[in-house]
């Protein structure tokens, strides 16, 4: 069986790449590439396993990271130019220069992008029909976003928890014939968060199960929370992640 998936919520190979950045606190300017590349890497492990239709293009990125990552680690080399002063003159040029110039400009597009939408919300909320009197019909509820967890920290928690499961023992491809799909997976784990009082540990959602199920765990916890029914929580940056789920809001008939 196949999973071939194809979600919005991944957005490229920069964005991955961006995301990276943020989450590693690294300095846009000096990018330390074996570790920026190693992390790449991991999530492209974890994407492998998801078999996502976008995968190429992130294949061609972690080949540029791992060229430019190989540069750095060759001699620099003397330069026999000097100015005015005696001074020797470096022309060596940084591999990462080109690499970083493409984040600066994705950044820039990206947070123009964000800006628009917010405020394209604003001006949507903006009437021209005069107030109405809406106590009749209870109080509305806001929802806070927050910060949000988005797709590549459920990634990179996914590729975590694989690689953890290799450490107690290998795990089987094999398919059984009691396949399950998507949807009879959003139900069980619906039903486990609600035993639980609400919420539970995103880890214990894959305590078993052979590849293929894990697959299917995985997307069924992205469908949950694109339809809002669940919500993903991290106290702190590299901390568990936590299932919550979603109050019922108040019906207004």
Same mark, same amino acid.
């Not at 194809?6 to 950045?21: Q, R, S, T, V």
């Not at 949000?148 to 023992?169: P, T, V, Y």
């Not at 639980?196 to 293929?212: A, K, Y």
């Given at each position: ?12 190979? !920069?964005?991955?790449?961006?995301? $990276? ?9 000096? =990018?330390?590439?074996?570790?920026? @590349?190693?992390?790449?890497? *991991?999530? $492209? ?18 080949? @540029? ?5 190989? #540069? ?30 493409? =984040?600066?400009? &994705?950044?820039? &597009? ?6 628009? #939408? ?61 396949? =399950?799909?998507?949807?009879? #997976? +959003?139900? *069980? ?9 609400? @919420?539970?540990? %995103?880890?214990? $959602? ?11 765990? %995985? !997307?069924?916890? !992205?469908?949950? +929370?694109?339809?809002?029914?669940? @919500?993903?929580?991290? $106290?702190?940056? %590299? ?7 979603? +109050? ?6």
């Amino acid at each position: 069986m196949s999973y071939n998936v194809k979600l919005e919520a991944f957005e490229g190979p !920069l964005d991955l790449l961006l995301h $990276l950045i943020n989450r590693l606190e690294i300095d846009i300017y000096d =990018i330390p590439m074996a570790q920026l @590349t190693n992390q790449y890497i *991991e999530h $492209l492990h974890a994407m492998r396993v998801l078999e996502l239709d976008e995968l190429s293009e992130y294949l061609v990125l972690a080949a @540029t990271l791992i060229e430019i990552k190989s #540069k750095m680690l060759l001699p620099i080399h003397e330069s026999d130019v000097y100015d005015d002063d005696g001074q020797e003159l470096d022309f060596e040029e940084d591999p990462r220069d080109e690499l970083i110039a493409r =984040i600066l400009e &994705y950044k820039k &597009y990206k947070e123009a992008a964000v800006q628009l #939408k917010e405020a394209a919300e604003e001006r949507s909320v903006h009437y021209t029909k005069p107030p109405s009197e809406m106590e009749a019909f209870g109080v509305i509820p806001v929802k806070d976003t927050g910060d949000e967890l988005n797709a590549f920290d459920l990634i990179g928690a996914f590729q975590r928890m694989l690689q953890r499961k290799r450490l107690k023992a290998p795990m089987s491809a094999s398919i059984a014939n009691n396949e =399950i799909s998507v949807s009879e #997976k +959003m139900d *069980e784990i619906m039903k486990r968060v609600e035993r639980n009082g609400g @919420t539970c540990d %995103f880890d214990e $959602l894959f305590d078993e199960g052979d590849v293929s199920e894990l697959v299917v765990t %995985f !997307l069924s916890i !992205l469908e949950l +929370m694109k339809r809002s029914d669940i @919500t993903v929580e991290q $106290l702190g940056n %590299f901390d568990r992640l936590l299932i919550r789920m979603q +109050m019922e809001e108040p019906s207004y008939e």
